[in-house]
């Protein structure tokens, strides 16, 4: 890529960044409206949480535990949404070599939303994770994007919309240091009876410098509710990385059955 290109992405980066910068500060009229009308309260008040545990065992060609640990608390203020998720997943199995560790990753997000009008807001999500099989030492993204909810209804909300990402990436086999990202994500929340519920979201970045630089991300997941407290949930992931160490697949899927608990 020639010197002009690869500066000429960068202002545009630059451009994106500053406009989405701007939509954050300048929220609309209707945004302003919604905000009088509820008292947020203190900050740490009035959050939705709930904690899921889920374990895999197998046996047979292969000896394999999975535990996953995931806790996810909610809040709604005014035109201000908030969602903090953390997640530990750590597993064993038995080779011929003897038992060896086939999971063993730990990871937090915090995500804001701020309400701009009937359809569009804007969002901020800061996350950090290590992933030791997929040699991840550390990886802290911040991410900026305008998002436009093209659904909303009473059982189901659907977004779209692009962002801006910067990355600090240390993994074993790929370069260390920042990467500024092209983002695009979606997600979907369909309260499909009173019970049940489907909740889904995916998220792409690549690197505009460098094309052979992109992530895939895709989690879905069906909740069904038992007592007011207890719910079962199956969840279904994905991550797919193209740059990786030589001897780490870049494709990793996860499917966990959990046991909620909801405060």
């Given at each position: 890529m020639s010197y002009q290109n690869s500066r000429f992405l960068r202002q545009c980066f630059a451009a994106a960044a500053a406009a989405i910068l701007i939509c954050f500060s300048l929220p609309s009229l209707q945004a302003q409206e919604e905000d009088t009308d509820e008292d947020p309260g203190h900050f740490f008040q009035n959050w939705d949480g709930r904690?899921?545990?889920?374990?895999?065992?197998?046996?047979?060609?292969?000896?394999?535990?999975?535990?996953?640990?995931?806790?996810?608390?909610?809040?709604?203020?005014?035109?201000?949404?908030?969602?903090?998720?953390?997640?530990?997943?750590?597993?064993?199995?038995?080779?011929?070599?003897?038992?060896?560790?086939?999971s063993d990753r730990?990871?937090?997000?915090?995500?804001?939303?701020?309400?701009?009008?009937?359809?569009?807001?804007?969002?901020?999500?800061?996350?950090?994770?290590?992933?030791?099989?997929?040699?991840i030492k550390q990886r802290a993204e911040q991410n900026l994007s305008l998002g436009y909810q093209f659904l909303d209804r009473e059982n189901i909300d659907a977004s779209v919309g692009p962002g801006f990402t910067a990355q600090y990436n240390r993994q074993i086999g790929v370069e260390t240091g920042m990467n500024y990202l092209a983002t695009f994500f979606q997600d979907v929340n369909w309260q499909i009876t009173e019970a049940y519920r489907f909740e889904e979201d995916s998220t792409f970045l690549i690197e505009p410098e460098d094309t052979d630089n992109y992530i895939y991300r895709?989690?879905?997941?069906?909740?069904?509710?038992?007592?007011?407290?207890?719910?079962?949930?199956?969840?279904?992931?994905?991550?797919?990385?193209?740059?990786?160490?030589?001897?780490?697949e870049r494709a990793e899927h996860r499917v966990v059955a959990a046991l909620g608990y909801t405060f």
């Open positions: 904690i899921e545990l889920g374990y895999t065992y197998q046996s047979g060609r292969t000896d394999r535990n999975e535990l996953t640990l995931r806790a996810q608390a909610d809040r709604e203020a005014g035109i201000h949404k908030f969602r903090a998720i953390a997640e530990y997943v750590y597993g064993e199995q038995k080779t011929d070599a003897g038992t060896v560790k086939s730990y990871g937090a997000s915090f995500r804001w939303r701020r309400t701009l009008s009937q359809y569009f807001y804007t969002q901020s999500l800061t996350s950090y994770e290590v992933d030791q099989i997929r040699r895709f989690n879905a997941g069906l909740v069904g509710t038992m007592t007011q407290s207890i719910n079962l949930s199956l969840r279904y992931s994905l991550i797919y990385e193209n740059q990786v160490a030589p001897d780490v």
